[in-house]
């Protein structure tokens, strides 16, 4: 699939940012551990989350959008055997292991799908449920995890490096059993306090104190209802989009305390911003030109891996030259070439690190394989259009926000990259003054 996009076309308006696709994917597989009809509310209509009811009804359960935002999961799973044409449409099918091994004590899931950002090894995943009692393998001659589990027990988890989705697995396997397990170093990302608060309305008993969980399950939990927060992903595309447009675009359903760790160094730039909290409505104060900021993506409350492209592209207007420092993924430049293309100015470099143990997330850092995990971008840059690749979904929403502020008409392929995270993004856009569209969608 691509988009044609003509840019430099005056943008403004105001856009309704959509339920957070991060949150709303591990909910519906939590809500596979309760009994009864869960309904879930604002859940983005995007192909990773119909990736994964075709996951789930494939398995038997009943899972379903009844309305345009709202997701009803009921838990009937006649099958714990994942297939790969199945199973690898998205990374986050390996969480089913939780719901699959409480129903049938055995699970067999292929290696999960997704963008590619780097090895992302699911090791820390598997290892916290192995603390709770579960013996899991890895066959290279099938590429199948194959889970098993016949007594459940009482662990302490301690991740060696945060781990969003491992925190998330660790808690859900967790509420299912009736004995205290605690999760230090535990990740501390705003979606992981939506599912604490899930978990506990279907009866479970979690607290966060810090970077340490506390759950304590229940052999059965009862289903519940539970409305999604809103996106802050996508809240910042926006943000940037609007930046990049002098402020004329307004920002609803916006959750200001997830993305203050993107506000610090954005007002930093030199913008400033003004929040209506009755409505949650933002609306960006422009400045006369930008600043340039050089950040350094981290575990929240640090700068998030998903917000630097988005910032790259900012600062390719600032008034100098700015780094980004990726120490989360060591895959997660690759958009740059295709962002050079628009006419972008930046160079490649590795830092030095006095520690690149404790500096990096990703496991086994290695300063030859791994020798570009920082850029440097010297703003600023007029675009121009040009032909480029999604990769994945937030560097396609960067490759997206350049063909807009670029003269001409630019072609984005691998657009169905972006329609995994953003839901009706064209429509967004349209409405806002965009002239894009989707050619050769087969």
């Given at each position: ?74 838990n009937k799973l006649k099958s714990y055997h994942l297939p790969l044409e199945i199973g690898g449409k998205t990374r986050v099918s390996i969480l089913l292991i939780a719901p699959l091994l409480h129903q049938f004590n055995q699970a067999i899931l ?333």
């Open positions: 699939m691509q988009y044609l996009i003509n840019g430099q076309k005056p943008l403004q308006g105001m856009v309704s940012i959509s339920g957070a696709k991060n949150a709303s994917l591990k909910l519906i597989i939590a809500a596979l551990l309760t009994d009864g009809v869960s309904r879930i509310d604002n859940v983005p209509r995007i192909r990773d989350v119909v990736s994964l009811l075709e996951i789930i009804n494939y398995l038997g359960g009943e899972a379903k959008f009844i309305a345009k935002n709202t997701v009803q999961v009921e292929p290696n999960p799908g997704g963008c590619r950002l780097g090895e992302r090894s699911v090791d820390r995943l598997i290892d916290s449920l192995k603390k709770m009692g579960a013996r899991i393998s890895y066959l290279s001659e099938d590429g199948y995890y194959h889970a098993k589990i016949t007594k459940t027990k009482t662990a302490v988890i301690n991740f060696a490096k945060k781990s969003h989705t491992g925190t998330e697995l660790a808690m859900m396997f967790a509420s299912r059993i009736p004995v205290k397990t605690v999760i230090n170093n535990a990740a501390q990302e705003p979606e992981i306090d939506d599912l604490i608060v899930f978990l506990n309305q279907a009866g479970a008993k979690i607290k966060r104190q810090g970077q340490q969980i506390l759950v304590t399950g229940k052999k059965r939990l009862s289903a519940t209802q539970f409305k999604v927060q809103p996106d802050r992903i996508e809240a910042v595309t926006f943000i940037v989009l609007s930046a990049l447009f002098d402020g004329r675009i307004m920002i609803k359903n916006v959750t200001l305390k997830s993305i203050m760790p993107f506000l610090k160094p954005f007002t930093k730039a030199g913008f400033d911003y003004q929040y209506n909290q009755e409505k949650q409505l933002l609306k960006i104060v422009q400045p006369k030109s930008i600043k340039p900021v050089s950040i350094v993506t981290a575990p929240h409350p640090g700068f998030l891996t998903d917000w630097q492209p988005l910032w790259t592209i900012l600062m390719t207007q600032a008034q100098g030259s700015s780094t980004v420092h990726e120490t989360v993924f060591e895959n997660r430049l690759g958009y740059i070439q295709d962002l050079k293309r628009f006419g972008c100015k930046i160079d490649f470099y590795q830092p030095e690190v006095s520690a690149a143990e404790e500096v990096y997330q990703f496991n086994n850092y290695n300063p030859y394989k791994h020798r570009y995990q920082a850029i440097k971008i010297h703003g600023p840059t007029t675009l121009h259009n040009a032909y480029a690749t999604m990769t994945d979904i937030r560097a396609g929403a960067c490759l997206v926000l350049a063909a807009l502020i670029a003269k001409g008409n630019s072609v984005i392929s691998g657009a169905e990259q972006i329609e995994r995270g953003y839901e009706d993004l064209l429509v967004k856009l349209t409405k806002l003054g965009a002239q894009a569209r989707v050619v050769n969608s087969q």
